[in-house]
T-cell receptor, first 113, second 112 residues
Framework: DAEITQSPRHKITETGRQVTLACHQT?????MFWYRQDLGHGLRLIHY???????NKGEVSDGYSVSRSNTEDLPLTLESAASSQTSVYFC????????????FGPGTRLTVL | GESVGLHLPTLSVQEGDNSIINCAYS??????FIWYKQESGKGPQFIID?????DKRQGQRVTVLLNKTVKHLSLQIAATQPGDSAVYFC???????????FGTGTRLQVFP
């Protein structure tokens, strides 16, 4: 069955380190999204992509970057992790024909000490 | 900027009762609304959506109502079950943006 996976599911890192969170989908969706979820803020969009080599900034993109070298993967990189980036991160994907339909991964809980 | 909000952060209901979760939105240009369910430790799951040219849409045990006059969206769950316990998010989007704007969520607790 097609699915969307994230790894790792839990990560603890130190301030200043580079961290990469993986997102992989097997639906062949063009659209992929990264969100962070914090209490009191709901889901906030970090970056998104509409296809290979396409990336766009979302609402809270500072300190994050993404790359899209193939359809299946959209890794999220924290160049220099900060304590303010402690959060739960969700990746989502959706078909190009239906921008509102997004399927979410199980999430990655990141703690920056 | 525009935002999507919820009136009640926590809703407690007895098993078998009907639940109503409310959401207010501020962007009158939004033309697509979605309800998501998020269980503990999992990602949000699509429940039901509605276009702005409709005022009601029904699914299995769920109904979404849209009142564009007062910019209000609600999710009704019939015969609420323990498995319905989760956080529910409304989200909006529009033709001039293909990004979803999420509300902060309402926690639904179902008691036996």
């Amino acid at each position: 069955d097609a699915e969307i996976t994230q790894s790792p599911r839990h990560k603890i890192t130190e301030t200043g380190r580079q961290v990469t969170l993986a997102c992989h989908q097997t639906w062949n969706h063009n659209n992929m999204f990264w969100y962070r979820q914090d209490l009191g803020h709901g889901l906030r969009l970090i970056h998104y992509s509409y296809g290979v080599h396409d990336t766009n900034k979302g609402e809270v993109s500072d300190g994050y970057s993404v790359s899209r070298s193939n359809t299946e993967d959209l890794p999220l990189t924290l160049e220099s992790a900060a304590s303010s980036q402690t959060s739960v991160y969700f990746c989502a994907s959706g078909p190009a024909s239906s921008y509102n339909e997004q399927f979410f991964g199980p999430g990655t809980r990141l703690t920056v000490l | 900027g525009e935002s999507v909000g919820l009136h009640l952060p926590t809703l407690s209901v007895q098993e078998g009762d009907n639940s109503i979760i409310n959401c207010a939105y501020s962007n009158s240009a939004s033309d697509y609304f979605i309800w998501y369910k998020q269980e503990s430790g999992k990602g949000p799951q699509f429940i039901i959506d509605i276009r702005s040219n409709m005022d009601k849409r029904q699914g299995q045990r769920v109904t979404v109502l849209l009142n564009k006059t007062v910019k209000h969206l609600s999710l009704q769950i019939a015969a609420t079950q323990p498995g319905d316990s989760a956080v529910y998010f409304c989200a909006e989007t529009s033709d001039n943006t293909d990004k979803l704007i999420f509300g902060t969520g309402t926690r639904l607790q179902v008691f036996p």
